[in-house]
């Protein structure tokens, strides 16, 4: 069964503070996702990477960073936490390859309620 | 960047059909998904239609694809309670990998 965990599913965390959230796949994906889930907005993408240590910003990249050292494992990082980033986060990963010809579905996590105070 | 738009609230009662829809903008969108959040969980990809398809049918879901207005329909027929969730339209462009989410529908099945 495909999987993709997330580090933390709450987490709580004071104004100023290094926030690191992990995601780790187990399909051999080369597409790795962040998304915030905000309520009335939907899924609004972070940054993604397509292959390992490559990254591009998605829709919303300020105040956030990524890693990806391993093609298992995406991490997001909030280099000083404000109380508007205060949301879920959600990891997906994808198949790539073949472009249009797939459908490429996104696989989730089951994402981190983060409370920055 | 692109616009996926869909209302935020549908009810409906158990047994019933129900109709959810969604609008996008991107003319060169490839792929549409539809996908389920149920509460506490991640998102999980219920179906998909190619753009060159205007129907498509699995079980108890039907998508309907209109093209020329940019205009999807996720139909489920005879509604469960389990079907309570927060749906999400989505599309995807050309490139290989990015998708666009609407703002998720948000069904409620009453008995």
């Known amino acids: 069964d495909v999987k993709v965990t997330q580090s933390s599913r709450y987490l709580v965390k004071r104004t100023g503070e290094k926030v690191f959230l992990e995601c780790v796949q187990d399909m051999d994906h080369e597409n790795m996702f962040w998304y915030r889930q905000d309520p009335g907005l939907g899924l609004r993408l972070i940054y993604f990477s397509y292959d390992v240590k490559m990254k591009e910003k998605g829709d919303i990249p300020e105040g956030y960073s990524v890693s990806r050292e391993k093609k298992e494992r995406f991490s997001l990082i909030l280099e000083s936490a404000s109380t508007n980033q205060t949301s879920m986060y959600l990891c997906?990963?994808?198949?790539?390859?073949?472009?249009?010809?797939?459908?490429?579905?996104?696989?989730f996590g089951p994402g981190t309620r983060l409370t920055v105070l | 960047g692109e616009d996926v738009e869909q209302s935020l609230f549908l009810s409906v009662r158990e047994g019933d059909s129900s109709v959810i829809n969604c609008t996008y903008t991107d003319s060169s969108s490839t792929y549409l998904y539809w996908y389920k959040q149920e509460p506490g969980a991640g998102l999980q990809l219920l179906t998909y239609i190619f753009s060159n398809m205007d129907m498509k049918q699995d079980q108890r879901l039907t998508v309907l694809l209109n093209k020329k207005d940019k205009h999807l329909s996720l139909r489920i027929a005879d509604t469960q309670t389990g079907d309570s969730a927060i749906y999400f339209c989505?599309?995807?462009?050309?490139?290989?990998?990015?998708?666009?989410f609407g703002a998720g529908t948000t069904v409620t099945v009453r008995a």
């Open positions: 989505a599309e995807r462009g050309p490139n290989d990998y990015k998708l666009s």
């Open positions: 997906a990963s994808s198949r790539s390859g073949q472009g249009a010809k797939r459908y490429n579905e996104q696989f």
